[in-house]
């Protein structure tokens, strides 16, 4: 009768073991069943956050206000950057002046102004696709076929070849042209003679994620000063 006891006994612990074993199992199950599937969904989170143009591996460049000697892009003109005032060109005939400049998301809001001293008979001022290096443009476009900036005939704002909407008037000798890029929002403000720069020159996602600030001169001869938003306070 022990023996029977002892064996039923046996029985019943095994048993319990057995349930034990199986209700422990279970959670684990359900824990580890979804991970391949979670590991897919970060995956595919993470390769959409790298491809949002806020997080490309852009380098960044050492912005300075200041001319580049470009002379791939002067072949039509006679250009000439001031030697002491380096933020200041004086330019006859057809060329694409480039600023030490690459605007990226890094950035934030950027600001810049074109201060013209002497207007041209006809020049494009805005922002080209970049970096600096890759900047394409052919002799006598004006506007430019890609970018987007105001051309100084009519006072027209150009996306590439297209018209936009006025500023106001013609740009004139002596005039300011302001302008503050906001990539996060894809969004180009702009103002003439007008130091609160909250107009919308152009919105849009095809706005270049590296814009390179240009001075197209078509003909005749003009004189321009590259300024930040300090040497615009100091000037005023």
């Not at 897919?40 to 790298?50: H, L, N, R, T």
């Not at 027209?156 to 004139?172: D, E, F, N, Q, V």
């Not at 890029?181 to 003679?193: A, E, I, M, Q």
Request: hydrophobic fraction near 30%.
């Amino acid at each position: 009768v022990f023996h029977q006891k002892m064996q039923l006994r046996q029985q019943q612990q095994f048993q319990q073991q057995q349930m034990m074993n199986l209700t422990g199992s279970m959670p684990n199950q359900q824990q580890l069943t979804p991970q391949p599937i979670q590991q897919q969904q970060q995956q595919i989170e993470d390769e959409k956050a790298i491809a949002t143009p806020q997080n490309l591996l852009i380098p960044q460049h050492d912005n300075k206000f200041e001319w580049l000697q470009t002379k791939d892009l002067w072949r039509g003109a006679r250009v000439q950057i001031d030697s002491f005032y380096p933020n200041t060109v004086t330019v006859t005939g057809s060329a694409c002046i480039v600023a030490n400049i690459e605007i990226t998301p890094k950035n934030g809001v950027f600001y810049w102004e074109i201060y013209v001293e002497k207007i041209s008979n006809r020049c494009w001022i805005g922002v080209l696709p970049g970096p600096i290096s890759s900047i394409s443009w052919k002799i006598g476009e004006c506007p430019p076929g890609e970018g987007i900036g105001v051309e100084n005939t009519y006072g027209m704002i150009y996306k590439g070849t297209s018209k936009l909407k006025s500023i106001g008037r013609a740009p004139k000798n002596r005039d300011h042209i302001r302008f503050k890029l906001d990539l996060k929002k894809n969004t180009l403000y702009g103002s003439l003679n007008d130091k609160e720069v909250n107009t919308i020159f152009y919105q849009g996602e095809d706005i270049p994620q590296i814009a390179c600030v240009c001075i197209i001169n078509s003909t005749g001869k003009g004189k321009f000063q590259l300024r930040d938003k300090e040497e615009d306070d100091e000037y005023q």
